[in-house]
């Protein structure tokens, strides 16, 4: 059984990569903070000066985290 927060809530056992913006008009970037308490195998990259739209803003760095990612590698940063 997955470990559960004070609250009930489980905690996510799969890894996870979180790619986030830091131009996030809508979502700042402390709405990241403490994430790493409801996911065990957190991966979280932000990408300066770009907006809530990671993908269409950086499609090269967010591919380049997904595919090692996904390959088990280390997950570049990029700053």
Same mark, same amino acid.
């Given at each position: 059984?997955?470990?559960?927060? /004070?609250?009930?809530?489980?905690?996510? &056992?799969?890894?996870?990569?979180?790619?986030? +913006? &830091?131009? %996030?008009?809508?979502? +700042?970037? $402390?709405?990241?903070?403490?994430? $790493?308490?409801?996911?065990?195998?957190?991966?979280? /990259?932000?990408?300066?000066?770009?907006?809530?739209?990671?993908?269409? $803003?950086?499609? &090269?760095?967010?591919?380049?985290?997904?595919?090692?990612?996904? /390959? +088990? &590698?280390?997950?570049?940063?990029? %700053?």
């Amino acid at each position: 059984m997955a470990a559960l927060l /004070r609250t009930g809530v489980p905690v996510i &056992e799969t890894p996870t990569l979180m790619v986030w +913006g &830091e131009a %996030d008009v809508a979502l +700042g970037k $402390d709405t990241t903070y403490g994430t $790493d308490r409801y996911v065990r195998e957190l991966t979280l /990259r932000y990408l300066p000066g770009v907006s809530h739209w990671v993908q269409q $803003d950086a499609p &090269e760095m967010v591919n380049a985290m997904l595919s090692a990612f996904l /390959r +088990g &590698e280390s997950v570049p940063s990029a %700053d």
